[in-house]
């Protein structure tokens, strides 16, 4: 069993960065890949950004490509997104997720483990 708590979300301004983060519980997130997910009111949820088991390997949604980063320290069970260049339609709850990297990287339908999101609203 694993427990998922997303933090750092908040208002900013348009071109501002935030730093979310992602804490898992148990001994086994480490085994897990992870995702981040967003969903904006009245639209579907949409995979932003996932990093396999070891870090090796990370893919981005074209719409954050070059301005978010996904990276993950295994040994603080904490998986981080950096983004950057913040835009309004980045406006969103941004959820993490654990599972296999080739679900992640598209709906996150099979994932095994969600967090409750935390809200991220960029101002124009």
């Known amino acids: 069993q694993v427990q998922l708590v997303e933090s750092g979300g908040g208002l900013v301004q348009t071109g501002d960065s935030l730093t979310l983060s992602c804490v898992g519980s148990?001994?086994?997130?480490?085994?897990?890949?992870m995702g981040w997910f967003r969903q904006a009111p009245g639209e579907e949820r949409e995979s932003v950004a996932c990093i396999t088991w070891s870090g090796g390997s990370t893919i981005y949604a074209d719409s954050v490509k070059g301005r978010f980063t996904i990276s993950r320290d295994n040994a603080k069970n904490t998986v981080y997104l950096q983004m950057n260049n913040l835009k309004p339609e980045d406006t969103a709850v941004y959820y993490c997720?654990?599972?296999?990297?080739?679900?992640?990287?598209?709906?996150?339908?099979?994932?095994?483990?969600w967090g409750k999101g935390t809200l991220v609203t960029v101002s124009s």
């Open positions: 997720a654990a599972g296999d990297y080739a679900d992640l990287r598209y709906s996150g339908t099979r994932a095994d483990y």
């Open positions: 148990g001994r086994t997130f480490s085994m897990y890949d």
